[in-house]
């Protein structure tokens, strides 16, 4: 049950946007600077973002687009 208010806690949220709710932006950040790939899917996951390998390894391919 708490994970289906967690899926309507980010309802019509970005990503970004969910990390920054869920507390999470920083970790990300620095996941994705280090290019900790295993570590970017498991808090993507933790903000219900479905398919979480698809954004990790789209901002892996090319950092410079997001920034890093």
Excluded: H
Excluded at 27 to 32: G, P, Q, R, S
């Amino acid at each position: 049950m708490a994970r289906m208010k967690d899926r309507t806690r980010y309802a019509g949220m970005t990503v970004n946007e969910r990390l920054f709710e869920a507390g999470l932006l920083q970790a990300f950040d620095t996941a994705a600077k280090a290019r900790d790939r295993s570590e970017m899917i498991r808090i993507l996951r933790e903000i219900d973002v479905d398919d979480a390998a698809l954004p990790a390894n789209a901002i892996l391919q090319k950092p410079e687009k997001y920034g890093l």
